[in-house]
């Protein structure tokens, strides 16, 4: 099976059609199909099942159809390891980071580092924490924009401080500070339970003795922020989210909490040029 297979396979399944993935390929059915013949018989199980409107993906081959997208991918990153490690100038730079910080830091960021390595090819990955945490160890990620992980090299660059976030016009919209206590009646719009930033707020309701009812989940902040907009509930949400979408932002008494947020990089292991001179910029 050769690599190419991967990509073939993978189009397939994605659009459940021989003729329509040979055309986005660029390749004639013919060769295609015999492809796909000869993958299956190497591999001993049939792949596909062909319908009338096309072909639908096997039980046994969403086993090969995962495992082609896994390989290709792991194909991909070992190309550009390698290219990285040729031209430290033209490497390629995998950052994840968090939701939100897509509007703010990142752009910033991207935009200091292009002006003094155009060359350097950065791919983004705009994920959770949790999600961060396994791409940093499987490699997927050589940097990240999180929040500080043990065991993990660490530079601080932000610190955010919750605050409430309102609709306009809503009753506490002409307050500057609101005790948390006061929230107790209203429907909160907050990231879903297992999202670090749920279990911040979790914590700070906790400490007030309260628990309102939760009208909408949302694993990004910005929507977060915009659901409030549009008189769905309050949240709380990191300050400079506050009056994106004609929200009100209001001060909480009391909590004192901030979240820390900077860039990580696994120590265990040796950074690629590319990636060691996208941290040392920051740093810098």
Do not use: C
Not at 12 to 31: N, R
Not at 190 to 210: C, E, H, K, M, N
């Amino acid at each position: 099976m050769l690599v190419r297979d991967l990509e073939w396979l993978v189009t397939v399944a994605d659009l459940e059609h021989v003729t329509d993935a040979a055309a986005v390929l660029g390749i004639p059915q013919p060769t295609l199909s015999r492809a796909v013949a000869r993958i299956e018989a190497e591999l001993g199980t049939r792949v596909f099942e062909r319908v009338p409107d096309g072909v639908r993906v096997t039980p046994a081959g969403e086993l090969v159809v995962t495992a082609a997208r896994e390989l290709g991918a792991r194909h991909t990153q070992l190309v550009d390891d390698l290219a990285s490690l040729l031209d430290p100038d033209a490497g390629v730079v995998r950052l994840a980071f968090l939701d939100s910080m897509a509007g703010l830091l990142v752009p910033r960021l991207l935009r200091g580092f292009h002006q003094v390595a155009p060359r350097v090819r950065l791919v983004l990955r705009q994920e959770p924490a949790h999600e961060i945490n396994v791409d940093l160890t499987s490699g997927a990620a050589d940097l990240a924009i999180t929040t500080q992980q043990d065991g993990l090299g660490w530079r601080p660059l932000l610190a955010e401080r919750p605050v409430l976030v309102v609709p306009a016009g809503h009753r506490l919209a002409g307050r500057k500070r609101v005790a948390l206590d006061e929230l107790a009646d209203e429907e909160l719009v907050t990231v879903p339970p297992g999202f670090g930033y749920r279990q911040l707020v979790d914590d700070l309701l906790r400490s007030a003795g309260i628990a309102p009812a939760i009208s909408f989940e949302s694993a990004d902040l910005g929507t977060i922020e915009g659901l409030v907009a549009a008189g769905l509930g309050v949240a709380i949400v990191p300050d400079h989210l506050a009056g994106a979408s004609g929200t009100v932002g209001i001060t909480l008494a009391g909590a004192r909490v901030r979240r820390s947020i900077g860039l990580v990089w696994r120590t265990d292991r040796e950074l690629s040029p590319a990636a060691a001179r996208f941290r040392d910029f920051v740093v810098s």
